[in-house]
């Protein structure tokens, strides 16, 4: 039995997980971003006119939290140059013109019956395929597993999917049950332990059956079912839902014996130990109202999105927003010359029919933001010192505990931008803790000029 | 026409909200009302509908007045207004004359809600405060039950509850079943037992209140008259007269959940709504004046903010250990302070 967790909310769930998954063919030209992940940025490997193949490693860092990228097609390098990132800014990218032949690279070979047992031998080949935290966080797979050896007791994969409109965790269940299957008990040895739990809301009732059918426990894999609400796929709310362990304020998942891998990470795992296959593709949801049709797609990494776009028909109506990930979480682009990446779980359409701003955001003290906050904080006395700049009380309401769920400002019928602010409040606390570092250290140098 | 051409808004997360706005919750808590509105209308007549008219529409007049007056963004369209004009009405006799409600409406629009910035930022009910404000300036009106149409003699127009309350209280000479339909006389809206219960369901199913505030308000005043009672009655039947008059269920279910007067944590609504109990119950047994409820609510309503401050909620991930931990850290911390001050 799941446990429960405070609060949530019921958002409009919009899902729809029949339409079947298309495939994307990829686009002339890819253009790979070398930050897919949290960490360190890559370097490119390769050089302007070089010919790769798909799969082909093309950006490396040493660095421990990293995590390599891989060509997504195969073709000719034609720029290295800064390209609109999805999130934001201008970050260097490898062009490539796509030769159309897919031909794939050989230099991560399916690993042997035995490495497939090897611990060491799974962790090493996670880090070299460049999987990261497909459900949105990026961080590096290998990295997050390694930090929990011998602290962590309890594996859980995250198969909530509780942001509106996703469907791509649903469809890799339903489409590639074994392989996930296969995927999770890797991840499961890759972290020494016996056992994983997979926890997955009700609402995909058909994967649920689906997966208990294939025998889930010869893989030591438990399929737990979950409650339906959002956000019951956050790492906290997760890890309290299967073991009714909660995470201190400030603390990490492994504080308390956890680890969360999220659904397509599993699946990306299985593909790169089994089949040899890099991180470059994954299954997305391309919703919203200003698109005539909602798709569900397999797509290579660099897409643009207005390549996707024509993909999907074109728009029906004009675009407001676009959405990357859920409309929960997600974060906003600005520019459809950036391309999708390892963590895009979604790209939303969004057109003046899903917004719901007023002009004049009022609180009217209804407390529903205390109601629904899984935090279990004060929405409102944050948003009032935030407004005030008041960091003391800010820090007294917890802000910085806050996980951006957005249920607060989902439920807030005097429509606060709650959500936002504590985003903002968060970015001010540390440019605050930085500029006091930076005194301090000067202090400390004038100090020991003196 | 090419991609290119847009221009994206950058949007604040969540990009999706629910459909529920102030407008909608403030309707929702007009619909509550319907039901104590119609056995209003069933007990005094149609006429009974012109007090709550004027009252609706100075109150929607003051609020939009007012906002222009002062330059500010009109909000009338939220219907906090209105709301507060039907409560208003719904706290003054049938027969209330017509004018009476517009010098309530200013009070409560004016002087209560918009003084201190409106919606959300008042820290009186603005329906009670008129109420009182009106209570206190028009005392022979607004005690004058004659408008009610059963009324036939004079004892009947007095309320049960000032019979209950009376030098020498006697049983009510309305029967309990119809104190609970609303047969009785008394202020518009609050006769009807029934159907303010009813609305307060309604509420309660559509998540418009917590069950917090009513719960542990009406909890305490049955336990409180239970115990104590009163000259000679069965201590049950005390309790239930007590609960189903003068106001009680209308205030506790519509004027004390009011949104910017209570507190906002589960904690704090809860000894908010034993507060507003326990002052009913000591107002009703020695204020001589057994209206308590509202002068009960008005002076939790000052509390409120401070409950909020004393009931942060527990964090996820925090354990009552923690909590405790935490306090004696602090306290240990300050004593430590004290020593190295008392040491100098
Ligand atoms: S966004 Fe932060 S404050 Fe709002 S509900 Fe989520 S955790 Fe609570
Ligand atoms: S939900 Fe919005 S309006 Fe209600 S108390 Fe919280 S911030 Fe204020």
């Not at chain 2, 009106?134 to 019979?163: E, H, K, R």
Request: with cysteine.
């Amino acid at each position: 039995m799941p446990f429960k967790f405070h609060g949530g909310v019921h958002p409009d769930y919009k899902k729809a997980p029949d339409v079947p998954v298309t495939f994307i063919t990829p686009p002339p030209q890819v253009v790979v971003p070398m930050a897919q992940h949290i960490g360190a940025p890559c370097k490119p490997l390769v050089a302007v006119g070089d010919q790769v193949t798909m799969g082909q490693k093309i950006g490396e860092n040493e660095a421990p939290v990293s995590a390599p990228i891989h060509s997504p097609v195969s073709g000719k390098v034609i720029a290295i140059e800064p390209r609109p990132h999805p999130l934001g800014d201008m970050i260097p990218a490898v062009v490539i013109e796509n030769d159309g032949l897919d031909t794939p690279c050989t230099d991560l070979a399916p690993l042997t019956e035995e490495e497939l047992n090897d611990q060491d031998a799974i962790l090493i080949r996670i880090r070299e395929a460049g999987i990261v935290g497909m459900g949105g966080a990026m961080f590096p797979t290998a990295f997050k597993i390694r930090g929990g050896l011998g602290k962590v007791d309890t594996l859980i994969i995250n198969g909530a999917e509780c942001e509106p409109y996703l469907n791509g965790d649903h469809l890799t269940m339903l489409n590639h049950p074994e392989e996930l299957l296969k995927g999770i008990q890797l991840a499961r040895i890759a972290s020494g332990l016996d056992k994983a739990y997979y926890g997955i809301e009700k609402n995909k009732q058909d994967a649920i059956d689906l997966l208990n059918s294939l025998h889930p426990e010869q893989y030591g894999v438990e399929i737990v079912p979950e409650e339906v609400k959002y956000p019951q796929g956050g790492e906290k709310l997760q890890i309290k839902a299967i073991t009714n362990r909660e995470v201190k304020p400030g603390g990490l998942p492994a504080g308390v014996g956890c680890n969360v891998i999220s659904t397509q990470t599993a699946y990306a795992i299985y593909r790169a130990c089994y089949e040899g296959v890099p991180c470059f593709e994954r299954t997305l949801t391309m919703a919203g109202s200003a698109i005539a049709h909602p798709v569900n797609a397999v797509c290579r990494v660099g897409t643009p999105f207005s390549y996707l776009v024509e993909q999907c028909g074109g728009f029906v109506k004009e675009p407001k927003k676009v959405v990357l990930g859920g409309p929960m979480m997600g974060l906003i682009a600005t520019n459809l010359e950036a391309v999708n990446i390892k963590g895009t779980a979604g790209i939303l359409f969004f057109t003046e029919e899903e917004d719901r701003t007023v002009e004049n955001p009022t609180c009217i003290h209804c407390g529903q933001c205390l109601t629904v906050c899984p935090m279990k904080l004060e929405p409102l006395y944050m948003y009032k010192y935030f407004q005030k700049r008041d960091f003391e009380k800010m820090q007294q309401y917890h802000v910085l505990d806050c996980i951006e769920c957005g249920c607060c400002s989902y439920n807030c019928p005097g429509r606060l931008p709650l959500t936002h602010s504590f985003k903002t409040a968060k970015i001010l606390f540390a440019v605050r803790a930085a500029e006091e570092k930076a005194r301090a250290e000067a202090a400390a140098k004038e100090a020991e000029h003196k | 026409m090419t991609p290119k051409e847009y221009t994206f808004d950058a949007g604040y997360q969540p990009q999706v909200r629910a459909r529920r706005g102030t407008r909608e919750i403030m309707l929702d808590v007009i619909i509550a009302l319907l039901p104590a509105v119609a056995v209003g209308v069933w007990q005094f007549g149609f006429a009974a509908l012109i007090p709550v008219a004027t009252s609706i529409a100075s109150c929607v007049f003051f609020e939009w007045g007012y906002r222009k007056l002062m330059k500010k963004p009109s909000s009338i369209g939220d219907l906090s207004a209105v709301l507060t004009g039907l409560l208003l009405a719904m706290t003054l006799p049938g027969n209330t004359p017509w004018w009476i409600p517009i010098i309530g409406a200013f009070f409560s629009i004016v002087l209560v809600k918009q003084l201190y910035g409106g919606i959300g930022k008042n820290f009186l009910n603005p329906a009670l405060a008129g109420r009182a404000f009106l209570f206190a300036s028009y005392a022979t009106i607004m005690v004058n039950w004659n408008g009610w149409l059963g009324s036939v003699d004079a004892v009947s127009t007095a309320t049960p509850l000032a019979q209950l309350y009376a030098a020498e209280p006697t049983a009510p000479t309305i029967s309990m079943l119809d104190m609970f339909l609303g047969k009785m006389p008394g202020c518009f809206g609050e006769v009807s037992t029934l159907a303010l219960l009813l609305g307060g369901v309604y509420l309660l199913c559509r998540k418009v209140i917590t069950w917090h505030i009513p719960v542990s308000c009406f909890a305490t005043v049955a336990v409180l008259t239970l115990i104590f009672g009163n000259g000679g009655m069965n201590h049950v039947d005390w309790m239930l007269y007590n609960l189903l008059s003068g106001g009680l269920v209308l205030g506790t279910i519509f004027m004390a959940t009011d949104y910017s007067t209570s507190p906002v944590t589960a904690r704090g609504r809860i000894i908010y709504g034993i507060g507003i109990g326990v002052l009913t119950v000591v107002i009703r047994y020695f204020g001589g004046y057994p209206e308590g409820n509202t002068f009960a609510i008005l002076i939790m309503n000052c509390c409120a903010w401070f409950l909020d401050q004393l009931t942060q909620p527990r964090q996820f991930g925090v354990t009552r250990e923690d909590v405790k931990a935490k306090k004696a850290a602090a306290k240990a911390a300050k004593k430590e302070a004290k020593e190295a001050a008392a040491n100098g």
